[in-house]
């Protein structure tokens, strides 16, 4: 098989879309990650569902344990509001880090090398022109691994 | 809301089990990663979905993209069944991380930070003698947090 053979519509993100729907698009769709794109439809990056998350913590929270620890229980639940409509693109690292593609014709042990050394249970799919065509989770990969393991 | 509000149970696996088993228990049950306990149940590392991967893939194609370039299709297919009967322990590396874990009576906000913080969409809920009582997922404490935000 192929990336093409497993990858899965996804719905995206830009840089210009609040903190607040890109974590709402990630739980609607039931994705452990989102895809941001650019203008043409190029992954711009890749977010692990735990980067998307750090986008809607703020800032001072995030490297501060004993601040977070001190923060009653009405407040922690809201925490997310602060953001209001600020934007993927406010949020995001200053230089995101390098887009985590494959071509659609990379193997199943490229697709997991990838995942597996990069962090990442979400990968994007793009064609020569580096434009998204789809992209590949974790447990797709896993659960298309398991159908030729199950044959021997 | 507490951890305790919103753990939900989860199957676990030893050092023991074999790593076939894990990258299974984890794919069945749609888990986001897994926690390897101890014999007493206690939390011995806590691996994102992405490092249970890990496990399965061989190590000389870890860090070799090129090497995994050349493997032809079939091949590619098969990678994990290379793996046989190793367990999780054979895999594992020598001195795992400590287990990302929190108390019952963690905010939700505590889990979100430790969550972005450390890179793991898993987190494992232990009482005070540090066995487990349960974990959060990413996808839990998102849907948790957006009942708070779908009030105001």
């Known amino acids: 098989m192929q990336a093409r053979d ?3 519509h996804i719905p995206t993100v830009t840089v ?14 039931r994705l452990p990650g989102l ?3 650019d203008d043409r439809s190029r992954p711009w990056t890749v977010l692990p569902g735990t980067q998307v998350l750090r986008l809607a913590v703020p800032g001072s929270y995030q490297e501060d344990p004993a601040l977070v620890r001190a ?9 997310w509001l602060e ?21 659609s014709d990379a193997t199943l042990l ?3 090398a990838l995942m597996a050394r990069q962090h990442t249970p979400l990968v994007a799919v793009v ?3 580096g434009v998204l ?14 159908v030729f393991g199950a044959d021997e």
Chains 1, 2 share one sequence.
Do not use: W, Y
């Not at 009653?72 to 809201?78: K, L, N, P």
């Not at 065509?133 to 398991?146: D, H, K, N, Q």
């Open 83 to 103: 953001l209001a409509d600020r934007t993927v693109g406010d949020c995001a690292p200053r230089q995101p880090t390098k887009p985590v593609t494959v071509r």
């Open 110 to 112: 490229e697709v997991a």
């Open 16 to 29: 210009n879309d609040p903190v607040a729907q890109a974590v709402r698009v990630m739980a609607v769709s």
């Open 133 to 146: 065509v789809g992209a590949i989770t974790l447990e797709r990969l896993i659960t298309s691994l398991a």
């Open 35 to 37: 895809v941001v794109v």
């Open 127 to 129: 064609d020569d022109a």
């Open 6 to 8: 497993i990858a899965i």
């Open 71 to 79: 923060i009653d229980e009405d407040h922690a639940d809201r925490f």
